[in-house]
């Protein structure tokens, strides 16, 4: 964590840094007690039905290894009364441990055992000898066909809650013994779920990849009476963790009297960015496959034909938030010719030199800056201009690498790297732009891999192509004090943009303006004063859906 500045140290400290605090002084101790020569341990067997229905029906290989995970929440606290398969956690990072396992030689009864002494053990501290207190504790199987530890076809024990004592012999066993099963999809009326097989992504990636999507049916499609026939469509791109299944909020807006009023007059199809490796962003990606291509060549045709969809860009537009504002953003600036307009709240990094906190183009480190101060990764304001860091870049990675310490994982980090990285002909898996043990980059990747998706640097070397974009179709919205420091990087995009491509009007930019073929369009980049990366959804919601409307009813 980063030093406390003065006046937020007062606040949660009651002195300023460097004066003594109020009250009694105590020494310190004269000598650093010994260590109890205790060792905690947890054991972990599969059931043998488990090992059985693994060989019964092996799971689809992906470049995610298998790996066995112990998963620990405390029951009390921020995270108290979770599921410890819902880490890792940001508000407070909690333990986490993994092994690699061969599913070939895999025996029913085989006992895995982690403790302080074990080898080949992925880890998040504390040591497991200094926990202390109560914890909520499970074992996972994490097949890594697809991303999440509680994903469909993984095996998991149930919860134990143990009670850990600092420096003493705890013990503990879990016993995994059921299979999560698939969630079925709900039936509901309005909502069609799409699952069809992509070629062009089975081919690259060399096993079964499918387009997913809720489509989400306006009032009167079904219609016979309706005046129209065919419809424009909103493609909305869930954020990190989100899919396919997030259709469910947009029919309940249509379901609410109010909100269906808001709704755009539209398709609703909420596209499903989910790779084993993460989000996989919808960029022709050397890891997740050409899934912009496949999006725009396969899928939106099929849509098309299938659901009557009026075939024209000014009748597509993109909408997200978070990781889905980015690849909405992405698919446009890509795509001209197939989408008309792009709504896109808190992007993920839109300018790698403001990578959150970090500027991936000359820092050497993702955990400190130049003056040896932990850098920050999630915070929480706690006034006008003060924020609480609940993680650090080092606290983020420790937890993806304790989750796969290969990159695998299908956290931010990792999701990010599988997304912008190279392929290592080696091993099949992304080749990594930064060191999850030490935070080292490695620029010869970044410099290589990454900066083809740096879209400010895109801008900055073809405003021809991309400035008339953003002036045009693109809505872009951040929050001044979004908790991942989002905003940083949309206000360095919206400064290069003024700097290409200056508004039609302005008399030092008028030839770089007509040069960029720019004009004063309905596009805009804004930052919100105060809020955050959750409150800023308010705030262009209640911004866009009008002219998300606005814009389908005139057919632009």
Known sequence: MPLLPPLLAVLLTGSLAGEPPSGPVIPPPTATPERPNAIDRITVTIAPEIVESLRASPPIATTVPPRLLILMCETEGPVGGRDPIGAPFFRRPQPIRSIPVDLRTLDAGLSFEVGDDATGVAAVPPLVDDLDGRFAVRAVLDLGTARGHDAPGNAVSGIAEATFVRHSPDELTLRIDERIEETPLPERDGIVWVRIESPMLSNALGRPVFHR??????????????????WPTLYEIPGFGGDHR????????????????LAPPAVIVVLDPEDPLGHHGFVDGDNTGPRATALVEEFI????????????????????????AWSSLWLQLEHPDTFGGCFASAPDPVDFSAFQMIDLHHDDDLWADDEGMAIPSYREPLGPELDRVMMTVEDEMAMERALAPDGTSGEQWSAWNAMFSGRDPATGRPLMAFDLATGAIDHE???????RFDITARLRRDPTRYAGILRERVRLMCGSRDSYYLERAVRRLAAALDEVAPPAGDEAGDEAGDEAGDEAGPGSIEIIDGATHDTIVGHAMARWLPEMRAMLEDGR
């Open 301 to 324: 045709p099929w849509l098309e034909s299938r659901f009557r969809l009026v075939p024209d860009p000014a009748a597509r537009l993109l909408h997200g938030h978070s990781s889905g």
């Open 246 to 261: 997030d259709a469910i909020g947009w029919r309940r807006m249509q379901d609410d009297r109010r909100g269906r009023n």
């Open 445 to 451: 990747v970044i410099e290589r891999d990454w900066s």
């Open 213 to 230: 999507a809720g489509v989400v049916l306006p009032p009167g499609y079904d219609d016979l009476d309706h005046p129209r026939r065919f």
